[in-house]
């Protein structure tokens, strides 16, 4: 099963930027799909965006224009960068690959 490790959370102004990251150890074979979520208290879990090993990717149409998600398949490594934040982004922030969960990374949004 594979193990995922995000980071990159933190507390930010509106309008500032973060960058997540998460990678994947433990699995010998090419992980296809990888996504992030989020979690906002009170809220179900969502989908922010999706990446797969080719290059296809898929945003939550809520943060298409200020999210852009990425990855490096040599690093087994995907980010996130959120640009233009806003109050509404804050919220726990999960990477899931290969059926597998990360442990989540906090992101506040406020002034």
């Known amino acids: 099963q594979v193990r995922l490790v995000e980071s990159g959370g933190g507390w930010v102004q509106p309008g500032g930027s973060l960058r997540l990251s998460c990678t994947a150890s433990?699995?010998?074979?090419?992980?296809?799909?990888m996504a992030w979520y989020r979690q906002a208290p009170g809220k179900l879990r969502e989908t922010v965006a999706t990446?797969?090993?080719?290059?296809?990717?898929n945003y939550a149409e809520s943060v298409k224009g200020r999210f852009t998600v990425s990855r490096d398949n040599a690093k087994n490594t995907m980010y996130l960068q959120m640009n233009s934040l806003k109050p509404d982004d804050t919220a726990v922030y999960y990477c899931?690959?290969?059926?597998?969960w990360g442990q989540g990374t906090q992101v506040t949004v406020s002034s």
């Open positions: 990446v797969t090993i080719t290059g296809n990717i």
């Open positions: 433990g699995s010998s074979d090419r992980i296809n799909v």
């Open positions: 899931w690959a290969d059926d597998s």
